[in-house]
């Protein structure tokens, strides 16, 4: 039970990064590589401010501060420098593995015996392990509110026809460039704050952190596509919340099989390719109506 229990308050707490990749990677129709780097960003600052005897709340919130100037400066590079989204976003990365050293000042620090988010009075009177679970529920509530009620806006709205038809929205009189950067300071600001949470829930952080969370993050929206097929926006960005639970406890199970954690990324890029699989196979073999569970197969 307990392990059942935290790899649910896992999946909750990772579909931050999950819900905050879908902006980019569904709505701007591009996979933003920076966030390899603004998750150990959030992570590494959120840490360091904790380990200097900044209360955990502003630590927490700075996060989302270097995350969103992560996002800026691949948002001008791309639109403003004409370099490839791809190619800006990497470079965003490796440039921010120096500056999480800078911010640091070694590969890893500790929260042993320090404050953290999990250390409010509220955890004291849960059950053993049901921390994460009520914190990640709280952080993911909040999020989806706020996404909900800003893709609802006129300028919610213009962000998402910049991603359905960049031109269309241009000749509309949308600024694209600065929804596409908008897009990715968001994005971003949210990844890193995902990162902050992980690292106050892991009580580290690590310079390596950030690798392969990209895999993570997509598994997470294309699980959830899988399940529940054709779904309105609102509901697509709760289905990630569901398909991140689900992606964790296909690896809870991998791992009791007799995988060790060093296998997590290849099991994860694994796990990640069948689900991009999936709707061709099932298509193929005619079985949209058996593992559609949500409406329409999704394609």
């Not at 990772?14 to 150990?40: H, K, Q």
């Not at 679970?133 to 709280?138: A, E, K, N, P, Q």
Request: glycine letters at 10%.
């Amino acid at each position: 039970m307990p392990i059942i229990v935290s790899s649910i308050s896992q999946g909750i707490l990772w579909a931050v990064l999950g819900v905050a990749l879908y902006l980019t990677f569904r709505i701007l129709n591009f996979a933003d590589m920076t966030v390899e780097g603004s998750f150990p960003l959030g992570a590494s600052t959120a840490v360091a401010l904790i380990a200097h005897g900044v209360n955990p709340f502003i630590a927490t919130g700075a996060s989302l501060l270097v995350g969103a100037a992560a996002g800026l400066v691949t948002g001008l590079l791309y639109t403003k420098g004409k370099i490839p989204i791809l190619l800006a976003g990497i470079l965003v990365m490796t440039a921010c593995l120096s500056i999480n050293l800078r911010i640091m000042g070694s590969a890893n620090i500790s929260l042993l015996d320090q404050k953290t988010i999990f250390s409010l009075k509220i955890f004291e009177n849960l059950p053993k392990y049901f921390d994460g679970v009520f914190l990640g529920l709280i952080v993911i509530t909040i999020m989806l509110a706020f996404l909900i009620w800003f893709l609802q806006t006129e300028l919610g709205q213009a962000f998402i026809a910049t991603g359905d038809n960049k031109t269309m929205a241009a000749a509309f009189g949308i600024k694209t460039d600065k929804m596409t950067i908008m897009g990715l300071m968001v994005s971003n600001a949210l990844i890193a704050f995902g990162g902050a949470v992980i690292a106050q829930n892991n009580g580290f952080a690590d310079i390596n952190m950030g690798i392969g969370i990209i895999v993570i993050a997509l598994a997470s929206i294309i699980i959830g596509e899988v399940v529940f097929g054709d779904l309105s926006l609102n509901q697509r960005l709760i289905a990630v919340v569901i398909g991140s639970i689900i992606y964790r406890l296909v690896l809870l199970a991998v791992l009791q099989l007799g995988f060790q954690t060093n296998d997590l990324n290849l099991i994860s890029s694994i796990i990640l390719a069948f689900a991009m699989v999936l709707p061709q196979v099932r298509h193929y073999l005619k079985l949209d109506h058996i593992l559609s569970f949500g409406g329409k197969a999704h394609d």
